[in-house]
């Protein structure tokens, strides 16, 4: 498979995982759907964007930087540590090892995001919004999940409209 092939498919998880992560959100904080439909679609939602964000990084990593280095890195860290987490809830509460994963999957988020987005925005290979999406999405969503569900939902729309931006940029071509 063509390296132009890859990115375009990794734009087609972003999107997906750009939908799917807000959707969960959505039926669980809004509408109290629990696990294991919301867990699952939150469970593949992150899946995708693991890959995701292989392609949006890749397309980029040269003009991104180290900070956008640091940003991606710290991301898949997020995503893998919240894939664990995802599963580890009891009736969603956090016990045992979710509780070390919880904190730490929101650090790794923010910070992430924070980095990647200055690296996409240094690297101007996206369009501009697309990185504020992710950092404020990721600043609403954090403290959303400690203190107000709706900032989770909120932050997980306009973060969402981000994923799918930057997956159709990637889809229509841009690696």
């Given amino acids: 498979m063509s390296t132009s092939n890859l990115f375009r498919w990794s734009g087609m998880a972003t999107i997906l995982g750009g939908v799917l992560l807000p959707t969960s959100w959505i039926l669980r904080f809004l509408f109290a759907v629990q696990r294991p439909v919301s867990g699952t679609i939150e469970f593949v939602g992150t899946i995708l964007l693991v890959f995701g964000f292989m392609g949006v990084y890749g ?21 893998c540590g919240a894939l664990g987490e995802t599963w580890l ?72 409209t981000g994923f799918v931006g930057a997956g159709a940029k990637l889809w229509a071509g841009a690696g």
């Fill in 59 to 79: 397309v980029q990593y040269k003009q991104a930087g180290v900070l956008g280095f640091l940003g991606f890195l710290l991301l898949i860290i997020h995503e």
């Fill in 89 to 160: 809830q009891d009736g969603g509460e956090l016990t045992g090892a979710a509780v070390v994963l919880g904190p730490l999957v929101g650090v790794t988020m923010l910070l992430g995001f924070i980095l990647l987005g200055w690296g996409s925005w240094k690297a101007n290979i996206l369009p501009r919004w697309i990185p504020v999406l992710w950092i404020i999405g990721g600043m609403l969503i954090v403290p959303g999940f400690l203190v107000q569900p709706l900032l989770v939902v909120i932050g997980g729309v306009i973060q969402g």
